[in-house]
């Protein structure tokens, strides 16, 4: 049986570091799509070499040509800009949304069966446009987002309570930006609710808000201590986990920017819900009951991304 075959269209620093991940697990040949001609040559060069010490047997190829994803089987975007400090990822906007056009129309014309994971900036309303864009089905395109914030938060958890970060779990909803709703009730160690552990001594109400607002500013920590661009390594692993539970069906639960089409009262929006990832795509929405106080925070962090996609389609009429 061939191979399946990985498109991953920006070969920049998350777009290397998906190659390597997914050379390293084997989960398929490699094209590597960049505008920058040689990038992607060089990087795949550079990744194969590191195959005979590795063992593996993945095939990569850099390309400046969209008929050589043909056939693929995934592809995650992180074609465009990154942040750098001082600005937002909604600053993005424009000049990315102008990217998500030419790499949706590329994915339409030669992998319209792919599954598509986008990770590009400001990424619910980049995700919503590359899905108008490519005309491919609503739950064969998503964002990748509340995974990587979700490992944020499980990885401050596991810092304060001293355990090992495999008992922790945790669910960031909402869209990726200064108002994403990392949830204590749906966050646990080892099954235990953290407003328990709040009541239990293990922890306060403060530190958890502190945590919280740690993981709300996870980008831009990171954005401003490399100064020259953003997070790469926890969000390519994000994306390569969301990907391997497509390609294997794997039927994980995760959070992720899925189309929302009445799910958790949002109507025709991307926005991070809890999902179910298997062979399908994105399965399903897990319609999750949400308490006043969280509900109030997620209708506040959907406003935002609403106003974004508003944007998105005042500069592009085609979406409009
Ligand atoms: N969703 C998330 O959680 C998350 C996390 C980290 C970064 N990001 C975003 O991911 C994006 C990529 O980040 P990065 O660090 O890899 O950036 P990067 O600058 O290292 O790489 C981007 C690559 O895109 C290429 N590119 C630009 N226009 C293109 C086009 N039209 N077609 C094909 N390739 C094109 C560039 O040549 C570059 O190699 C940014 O927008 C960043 O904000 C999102
Ligand atoms: O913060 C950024 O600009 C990149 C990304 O969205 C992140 O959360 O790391």
Not at 206 to 227: F, H, S
Not at 291 to 306: G, L, N, R
Request: glycine residues 10%; proline residues 4%.
């Amino acid at each position: 049986m061939a191979r399946p075959k990985i498109a991953l269209i920006g070969a920049g620093q998350i777009g290397g570091t998906l190659a390597h991940l997914a050379a390293m697990k084997e989960l398929g040949d490699v094209v590597l799509f960049d505008i920058a001609e040689g990038v992607p040559e060089g990087k795949s060069l550079d990744i194969a070499e590191s195959g005979p010490s590795e063992g593996f047997d993945a095939k990569l190829k850099g390309t400046q040509d969209y008929a050589d994803i043909a056939g693929a089987d995934v592809c995650i975007v992180t074609a465009g800009v990154a942040r750098k400090p001082g600005m937002s990822r909604d600053d993005l906007l424009g000049i990315n949304l102008k990217v998500m056009k030419s790499v949706g129309e590329g994915i339409r014309d030669n992998a319209p069966d792919a599954f598509v994971i986008c990770i590009t900036n400001p990424l619910d309303a980049m995700v919503w446009a590359l899905q108008k864009f490519s005309g491919l089905p609503t739950e064969k395109v998503c964002g990748m987002a509340g995974v990587l914030d979700s490992a944020r938060f499980r990885h401050f958890l596991a810092e304060e309570f001293n355990v090992s970060m495999k008992d922790v779990t945790a669910f960031v909803l909402g869209g990726h930006g200064d108002t994403m709703v990392p949830s204590l009730r749906y966050s646990t160690v080892a099954g235990i609710p953290l407003p328990d552990l709040i009541s239990m001594g293990w922890t306060t109400k403060e530190k958890m808000d502190a945590i919280v607002q740690r993981t709300r500013d996870g980008g831009a920590e990171i954005v401003g201590l490399l100064k020259t661009g953003s997070a790469f390594y926890a969000p390519a692993t994000s994306a390569i986990e969301m990907a391997e539970a497509y390609l294997k069906d794997q039927k994980r639960v995760l959070p992720c920017a899925a189309h929302c089409d009445g799910d958790l009262g949002v109507k025709d929006m991307y926005v991070g819900v809890p999902t179910v990832i298997g062979a399908g795509g994105i399965e399903r929405v897990v319609n999750i009951k949400l308490t006043k106080e969280e509900q109030e925070m997620f209708d506040a962090s959907v406003t935002a991304v609403k106003g974004l996609v508003e944007a998105c389609k005042a500069i592009d009429s085609s979406l409009a």
